[in-house]
């Protein structure tokens, strides 16, 4: 019966998802300083045509700025990190994701920050563009695992985002999100329709970077994700 859905919805939705993405590089282009607001809007009418149901537990606060570290599991997970956060956000985004004409126009009219992982320079290069933003007054969305997980596991942490968090003094948000992956794992071509549970931690504050290092601060993010969402970690 899954299968089923998913073409109806692959076919049936295919044209619509385009068009909303479209309306969102054009808007973005009229009114770049609703940008975020646009980004919420384009993620719910997202969303809603994949028939995934979004519920937050908890507040992302809305008076500072932080880098929110989410674990990554699923294709939607960027419209789940436009749609729970607020105020200016950006993200850093494997390079390789600007290679599909639409999806790829979208991250570039929302001003998220390419990396290239097989290149240790521009990487550091971008890392900097992060601590740039932050320092602007934006959240930057940081996946500490770096690419999506096929197992369902938390996997290991990239040390860039911690690194990052480190030098800008810029407090981490750990957010588990649950159910993105039962929706749509890496290794399966068909779609389960949900709810997807968005589990805000503990922000962890820049006075106890000293104290953990960047090791520690990596054990403490994926311990919440762990508690957070349920889900294993990987070895």
């Not at 300083?33 to 537990?57: D, E, G, H, Q």
């Not at 599991?73 to 004409?101: M, Q, R, V, W």
């Amino acid at each position: 019966m899954a299968k089923i859905i998913s073409l109806f919805i692959y076919i049936v939705m295919f044209i619509p998802l385009m068009i909303i993405g479209v309306l969102f590089i054009v808007s973005g282009m009229i009114f770049p300083s609703r940008m975020n607001s646009l980004a919420r809007l384009t993620s719910i009418s997202v969303l809603k045509c994949l028939f995934v149901k979004v519920k937050i537990n908890g507040k992302i606060p809305k008076n500072r700025s932080l880098i929110i570290m989410y674990n990554h599991s699923s294709f939607i997970d960027p419209f789940l990190f436009a749609y729970s956060s607020p105020g200016k956000t950006t993200g850093i985004t494997a390079i390789e994701n600007y290679k599909y004409p639409v999806f790829g126009g979208m991250l570039k009219r929302w001003n998220a920050i390419p990396i290239d992982r097989t290149n240790i320079e521009t990487a550091k290069k971008s890392i900097e563009k992060g601590q740039q933003a932050f320092k602007d007054g934006y959240n930057v969305i940081i996946l500490p695992e770096g690419t999506r997980t096929v197992t369902g596991k938390i996997k290991k942490f990239k040390k860039g985002g911690f690194h990052m968090a480190i030098n800008s003094k810029a407090p981490i948000l750990p957010v588990g999100s649950k159910g993105a992956f039962d929706f749509k794992p890496k290794n399966r071509w068909y779609i389960k329709p949900g709810v997807v549970e968005l589990n805000i931690g503990k922000i962890i504050e820049p006075n106890q970077y000293d104290e953990l290092g960047v090791n520690g601060l990596i054990n403490e993010v994926r311990s919440q994700m762990k508690d957070l969402t349920g889900y294993k970690l990987e070895e």
